[in-house]
């Protein structure tokens, strides 16, 4: 069974740093992309930020380009996302998700707030 286990939630400052972790664990194979979408309260879903296992490319929405950074430890099949000069608007509730083949999964969220 595929489980996602996300970490590193909290609240922060305008300005501060926080760094999200997810532990993917449960499967086998090494070609994968792991990632980390947001949802504030009254909005969408929306895709942050992923990387790719097999070539380490990364994909960051607009929004965040600069400012957070994904990486991953492929022996603990471990994905972070280290997130700078937070604003008020990337309270959120982040969730890990991983993708192999054509199928994804979703990990708990973890509450991310900035404050002004």
């Known amino acids: 069974e595929v489980q996602l286990q996300a970490s590193g939630g909290g609240l922060v400052q305008a300005g501060g740093s926080l760094r999200l972790s997810c532990a993917a664990s449960g499967f086998t194979f090494d070609d994968y992309a792991i990632g980390w979408f947001r949802q504030a309260p009254g909005k969408e879903r929306e895709g942050v930020s992923c990387?790719?296992?097999?070539?380490?490319?990364?994909y960051y929405a607009d929004s965040v380009k600069g400012r957070f950074t994904i990486s991953s430890d492929s022996a603990k099949n471990t994905v972070y996302l280290q997130m700078s000069s937070l604003k008020p608007e990337d309270t959120a509730v982040y969730y890990c998700?991983?993708?192999?083949?054509?199928?994804?999964?979703w990990g708990q969220g973890t509450q991310v707030t900035v404050s002004s």
């Open positions: 990387i790719s296992s097999s070539d380490g490319n990364t």
């Open positions: 998700r991983l993708v192999l083949r054509t199928t994804g999964y």
